[in-house]
């Protein structure tokens, strides 16, 4: 028995036998080549096939996907890059070998130019090059995992295309040796509740395929060839997670949400359109307390119209009803989250770059036509905008100016996320300007902390349970009194323990992923207010994150 | 025949820079002429015809780059690229 410990990304125990996806292990030919003529030409013709493919591909795709594409068939077809492998094949190597080799040589040059954009073209190099030996070594074309039998899948990380065809009732469990809470790994397996634990250092190393491999993510943990008593252990707790969930599921449809003693809090759902919305409605989802907006504009050639915008907020009100709240964030493009039709400069720091509100005011049509979708469409159920990425109580006045000129009636709500810090610190100042405030828990940490969300090694100082956090929502909430209600809509808010810590601050509205709804309604249900207040007050004054953690698992524990 | 040369300099206009796509139409233009045509930023040249190394030269808008040919077509590659990377 081993354990490996990584980052806890999606809650959950599973056990199980390993899947290992190696999707870059297939058998590089060795040896002495014979013919260095033959071996140049059998490269030209295998690059010049990946980039034709390449070319066909892009042909068939739109917006961001398209210029990924087209970027990787100019490079199949760079004649540096074939020059670069040529001397190898001279000296008789196999033409798979120097391909690798050599795109291997400029992906590290492209990654140590410390810009982010060039940084991101090597694995476009290592991924034709790779296509290209493939095909030279006669192996088959990389595919994504496939799972056939109920497992656990292990891997160095997972792309997009990976994740898009994964079964949940198959791939019980995820542990992967990269990424980070907030990676596309991590999203994906919350979204389909699927445990999982990333950033497990030396996976690969360690997990054989078929072997039994429990994962633990309460404690982010994976054990290989776990003892007798293990199993067991994980196989119980799994079993009785999936009833309590089911059980809690079943209690959470019920009515709203009022703490033992009576005080409202709304438990909402963070959602990108009609299927997520219909789901987390099944969950108990008492409102949307996050549009996020973005996918109308990704992978589009040209921004999305009044027309469109209005068919998604129509779809989401008539499923919401007359009750209700739909609230639409606008845009947050920026920094990880590029569109085709608004080419960026390359930034040294994208995400203190041009994002969120702040590339609103360089394109401020953009806004127009989602704020006048926003505006043709409330009269269908409660509303709520806000927007993302504000740093100034200017930025405030223009939006909530902005939101006024679109027509946008009186009956919306207007506000806008606290994410940057310079706002929690204003919060007294803001509040009169606004009717809500939604905090943004992940950009919160990452700014607070100046910890890169993306960067794994830097996972340990992204902690929502970080008492400065908690200092800064107090702040928030403080600065908010009456004047404006304050609500959470990040990663944070889906844990039982941290919602009720920020309950105890004064936040009235939790918006979450809609599997984590029916868990944390039950810790509301059970526990009065005063005692969220009582252990807050200790949190904020807490000196570390293990301390705060440990009240806040207190708070969940006396209630059982 | 003796072997005709060209060069000049140029300050990119484009608000990418040679990055992204003004990479690769860059060394695709370059490409197209019967002549060696390199280009280079400080003290670095790169092979123009090369979008990885175009790449790795990190120009941005505002910097001045040096287009250098040598060939038949020298005089017209140095021209092409220096209208499409300039300003208009």
């Known amino acids: 028995m081993r354990t490996l410990r990584g980052v806890a990304a999606s809650p959950g ?7 290992v996806y190696r999707p870059d292990v297939y058998d590089v030919p060795t040896g002495e080549a014979t013919d260095p003529d033959k071996g140049i030409a059998q490269l030209a013709a295998a690059l010049d096939a990946v980039a034709a493919d390449l070319d066909d591909a892009a042909a068939s795709a739109t917006g961001a996907a398209r210029d990924i594409l087209d970027a990787q068939a100019a490079i199949a077809r760079d004649p540096a890059l074939r020059a670069a492998a040529e001397p190898a ?3 008789r190597a196999q033409p798979a070998r120097a391909i690798l080799d050599a795109g291997e040589r400029f992906a590290r040059e492209l990654e140590a130019t410390g810009n982010d954009y060039l ?3 090597a694995p476009d190099v290592r991924h034709l090059c790779d296509l290209a030996a493939r095909a030279l070594a006669g192996a088959p074309p990389r595919t994504p995992p496939h799972a056939i039998a109920p497992c656990i899948l292990i891997a160095d990380d997972l792309t997009p295309a990976d994740t898009i065809g994964l079964d949940p009732t198959l791939v019980r469990g995820i542990a992967t040796s990269g990424g980070t809470r907030t990676s596309h790994t991590s999203v994906i397996a919350r979204g389909l509740g699927i445990p999982a634990v990333v950033g497990v250092r030396g996976l690969l190393d360690s997990v054989e395929h078929g072997a039994t491999v429990g994962i633990d993510s309460r404690i982010g943990q994976i054990v290989i060839d776990p003892s007798t008593e293990i199993v067991e ?3 119980a707790s799994g079993e009785a997670e999936r009833v309590r969930h089911e059980r809690l599921r079943a209690a959470s449809g019920a009515g709203p949400t009022t ?3 009576g005080c409202r809090i709304e438990v909402a759902a963070n959602v990108r359109g009609v299927e997520e919305l219909r789901a987390a409605l099944a969950e108990g989802a008492e409102a949307v307390g996050l549009l996020r907006t973005e996918l109308l504009y990704i992978d589009r050639d040209r921004p999305p119209t009044q027309a469109e915008q209005e068919a998604l907020l129509r779809g989401l009100h008539e499923l919401l009803g007359r009750d209700r709240r739909l609230l639409v964030r606008t845009f947050d493009i920026g920094a990880d989250k590029q569109v085709p ?5 390359p930034e040294r720091n994208p995400e203190l770059g041009v994002r969120g509100i702040r590339l609103a005011r360089v394109h401020p049509d953009l806004l127009d036509t989602q704020l006048r979708a926003v505006a043709g469409t409330s009269s269908l159920g409660p509303t709520a905008v806000m927007a993302p990425m504000v740093a100034t109580l200017e930025e405030v006045r223009w939006f909530v100016s902005r939101c006024r000129d679109a027509g946008i009636p009186s009956t919306v709500e207007l506000g806008v996320m606290v994410e940057v810090p310079a706002m929690a610190l204003m919060a007294a100042e803001l509040a009169p300007l606004v009717d809500f405030v939604s905090i943004g828990t992940n950009d919160l940490t990452q700014y607070l902390c100046a910890a890169d969300r993306r960067h794994a090694g830097l996972s340990a100082l992204h902690d929502a349970f970080n008492p400065a956090v908690l200092r800064a929502i107090d702040l928030v909430c403080r600065g908010a009194g009456d004047t404006c209600w304050v609500g959470v809509c990040g990663e944070a808010a889906s844990d039982p323990a941290w919602a009720l810590l920020a309950i105890g601050l004064g936040v009235s509205e939790l918006s979450m992923q809609g599997v984590a709804i029916p868990e944390v309604r039950a810790a509301i249900r059970a526990i009065t207010r005063e005692h969220c207040r009582d252990a807050a007050r200790d949190a904020v004054l807490a000196s570390d994150a293990d301390t705060v953690r440990a009240i ?5 524990k006396e209630q059982q | 025949m003796r072997t005709l040369t060209a060069e000049r300099e140029v300050e990119v206009a484009d608000e990418l820079g040679l990055h992204a796509r003004p990479a690769a139409e860059f060394a695709k233009a370059a490409a197209r002429f019967s002549a060696d045509v390199r280009v280079a930023k400080g003290e670095r040249e790169v092979d123009a015809t090369s979008v990885l190394l175009v790449l790795t030269l990190d ?3 505002g910097d001045v780059v040096r287009l250098r040919a040598s060939g038949p077509e020298a005089t017209a590659a140095v021209e092409e690229l220096a209208r499409l990377v300039g300003s208009p």
């Open chain 1, 13 to 19: 125990t599973a056990i199980g036998t390993a899947y």
């Open chain 1, 259 to 261: 703490t033992a003693d």
């Open chain 1, 233 to 235: 252990q994980l196989t």
């Open chain 2, 59 to 61: 120009v941005r808008q």
């Open chain 1, 119 to 121: 940084a991101a073209r």
């Open chain 1, 552 to 556: 806040a698992q207190r708070l969940i």
């Open chain 1, 341 to 345: 039709f608004l080419p960026a400069r």
């Open chain 1, 89 to 91: 094949i001279r000296h």
